[in-house]
């Protein structure tokens, strides 16, 4: 795929990326308020985050950016692929990622620990993100496609799926090895400079 393939690819998911940027941004707004309405149920979404990352805790730097990256991209790969089910679990997990940043976004304005945030989330977040955007929007457009074969259309999904797996391979994938080595090798230094 090369680089006009790839403009010409993001021109045609234009529509699909700025329907899963609303839906990521819906999902951090309800995230928001989620906090204060549920609080228990909140402190149940932190407890099981909490026990996620601290399987790291054991692990070098190169080891949790294996673990990172082998998680979010079969993760965002699965994301992609699943969208042929007519777009809904891509969907599903673009606001779910965003109702998480959400409610992690009232927990630091609460306790005022901005630091955490701007070194702990946002320099890994801001590729991990748009990566995540897009991949919704691929797995939406496999879906329509999908669809539209279910109802007599003309059958494109083989090739469909041929220019996203080489969109997610050529273009997503490299950004995601660049998010983990960011986290992994870049935010803990942070971290440690701000605690």
């Given at each position: 795929m090369k680089i006009a393939e790839i403009k010409k690819y993001l021109y045609e998911i234009r529509f699909y990326i700025l329907f899963s940027s609303l839906v990521f941004i819906s999902g951090v707004l309800t995230g928001y308020f989620f906090v204060h309405d549920f609080p228990e149920?909140?402190?149940?979404?932190?407890?099981?985050?909490?026990?996620?990352?601290?399987?790291?805790?054991?692990?070098?730097?190169?080891?949790?950016?294996?673990?990172?990256?082998?998680?979010?991209?079969?993760?965002?790969?699965?994301?992609?692929?699943?969208?042929?089910?007519?777009?809904?679990?891509?969907?599903?997990?673009?606001?779910?990622?965003?109702?998480?940043?959400?409610?992690?976004?009232?927990?630091?304005?609460?306790?005022?620990?901005?630091?955490?945030?701007?070194?702990?989330?946002?320099?890994h977040g801001i590729i991990e993100i748009p990566v995540l955007i897009l991949s919704t929007a691929v797995g939406m457009k496999i879906g329509k496609v999908a669809l539209w074969r279910l109802f007599g259309g003309e059958i494109r999904i083989k090739k469909e799926l041929v220019k996203a797996i080489k969109f997610y391979i050529i273009v997503l994938m490299p950004l995601l090895i660049l998010a983990a080595a960011i986290e992994a090798f870049i935010t803990t230094i942070l971290l440690d400079m701000v605690s």
């Open positions: 149920e909140t402190r149940e979404i932190m407890e099981e985050l909490k026990e996620f990352f601290a399987s790291g805790e054991k692990m070098t730097d190169f080891q949790i950016f294996l673990f990172i990256l082998e998680n979010n991209i079969t993760k965002l790969f699965a994301v992609l692929l699943l969208g042929i089910f007519a777009g809904i679990i891509p969907l599903f997990t673009s606001f779910a990622n965003g109702m998480i940043l959400g409610i992690f976004g009232c927990l630091v304005s609460e306790n005022l620990l901005w630091s955490f945030f701007f070194v702990g989330i946002l320099p």
